[in-house]
């Protein structure tokens, strides 16, 4: 069905902010205290074993994240293949989603804090039947989100009328 593939583009360095700012926020936070304290506090100073664990662990978090990010994004893609929506992402553990589109009905689209101030969406995929009030997938990053939006559900209302007219 190669004829029949909608892919969608993301925007692959407003992603790779939004997801580095998301992992190392926690990280940075006992960071930053660590150091203020060690400022201000004159007895305690940075070669404490506590503190040097703590800038130790963090850094090497901090570094981590920003080495595994852009190819976490690498890893991701988001495609109509026919009347199957398509999520792939994953580095370590990839998934690979399959969502019949007749069994979308909504599509959210979510933008928080960080979302917005790196410039990005996701849009939470509903789906009919799902016993969990989770999102049966999730498309992060996308470029023009409410284009991809609105595809998803024409191709969706598409096969629902193809559906009908067969029986």
Same mark, same amino acid.
């Given at each position: 069905m190669a004829e029949n593939r909608t892919t969608f583009a993301i925007e692959t360095s407003r992603l790779v902010r939004y997801l580095r700012l998301r992992s190392c926020l926690p990280l940075l936070i006992p960071l930053v205290? $660590? !150091?203020w304290i060690a400022i201000s *506090?004159? %007895?305690l100073t940075v070669t404490n074993p506590w503190m040097l664990s703590i800038l130790g662990i963090g850094g090497i978090g901090v570094a981590f994240a920003v080495v595994v990010t852009p190819i976490q994004v690498r890893a991701m893609s988001y495609w109509i293949d026919g009347t199957t929506l %398509?999520? /792939? @992402?994953g580095i370590v553990v990839r998934r690979c989603k &399959?969502?019949?589109? /007749? %069994? !979308?009905t909504d599509i959210e689209m979510v933008q =928080?804090?960080?979302m917005r101030v790196c410039g990005i969406w996701a849009l939470q995929i509903q789906t009919? =039947?799902?016993? @969990? @009030?989770a999102p049966e997938g999730t498309i992060r990053g996308v470029s023009n989100p409410e &284009? !991809? %939006?609105d595809t998803i559900m024409t191709i969706r209302d598409q096969a629902a009328s193809k559906a009908d *007219?067969? $029986?």
């Open positions: 205290l $660590t !150091v *506090a004159p %007895r %398509r999520i /792939d @992402q &399959s969502i019949p589109l /007749d %069994r !979308v =928080g804090p960080l009919a =039947g799902s016993a @969990q @009030q &284009s !991809v %939006r *007219a067969a $029986t």
